[in-house]
T-cell receptor, first 112, second 116 residues
């Protein structure tokens, strides 16, 4: 079956702009999570959605937001981009917590 | 809250040698434990997981891990590594139930480098 699909793979944005990243989970998975990966901070949890509801949120400023659609696809948005937002953004989906999460290949965001 | 400590940031080994990547966790509640591998420019791939039952868990690519509740450890092992095992390895934890079981808490990662 198809894995987790993230688009786009690479993105270059200018400071102050906003960006939207997309994630399509594995069919049947209703939980979608987002993580930010940087060399300095490692893997940090952004938020998790289940059936269009945000169930958990990490310690990120309000510039980071997300949503989930009725088909479980998810988007995350970052407004007013800062240089420090440059990172690999990973999306993961799961059927239930004990399954572990299946990750996409990520979106590499570079803010210049 | 949960936390994960990966004791070695880098582990260099020679091909066909055994390897152990160490992971300790902290949690006041019962947890599920995972090991993930990340190859360059890719996402994370699940190697294995501990949910309950036998403390020795076998995963893909010949890896195994042992859960030790008293030492709150979940070390990853492979008896003989290959060049292709060169990657970064992440230990992760999530609580079994309740509000924050919908996220993984990761360690900082261990870069395994297998030399010929």
């Amino acid at each position: 079956k198809a894995g987790v699909t993230q688009t786009p793979r690479y993105l270059i944005k200018t400071r102050g702009q906003q960006v939207t990243l997309s994630c399509s989970p594995i069919s049947g998975h209703r939980s979608v999570s987002w993580y930010q990966q940087t060399p300095g901070q490692g893997l940090q949890f952004l938020f998790e959605y289940f059936s269009e509801t945000q169930r958990n949120k990490g310690n990120f400023p309000g510039r980071f937001s997300g949503r989930q659609f009725s088909n479980s696809r998810s988007e995350m948005n970052v407004s007013t981009l800062e240089l420090g937002d440059s990172a690999l953004y990973l999306c993961a989906s799961s059927f239930q917590a004990g399954d572990g999460y299946t990750f996409g290949s990520g979106t590499r965001l570079t803010v210049v | 809250a949960q936390s994960v400590t990966q004791l070695d940031s880098q582990v260099p080994v020679f091909e066909e040698a055994p390897v152990e990547l160490r992971c300790n966790y902290s949690s006041s509640v019962s947890v599920y434990l995972f090991w993930y591998v990340q190859y360059p420019n890719q996402g994370l791939q699940l190697l294995l997981k501990y949910l309950s039952g036998s403390t020795l868990v076998k995963g893909i690519n010949g890896f195994e891990a042992e859960f030790n509740k008293s030492q709150t450890s979940f070390h990853l092992r492979k008896p003989s590594v290959h060049i292709s095992d060169t990657a970064e390895y992440f230990c992760a934890v999530t609580r079994r139930s309740g509000g924050s079981n919908y996220k993984l808490t990761f360690g900082k990662g261990t870069l395994l480098t297998v030399n010929p």
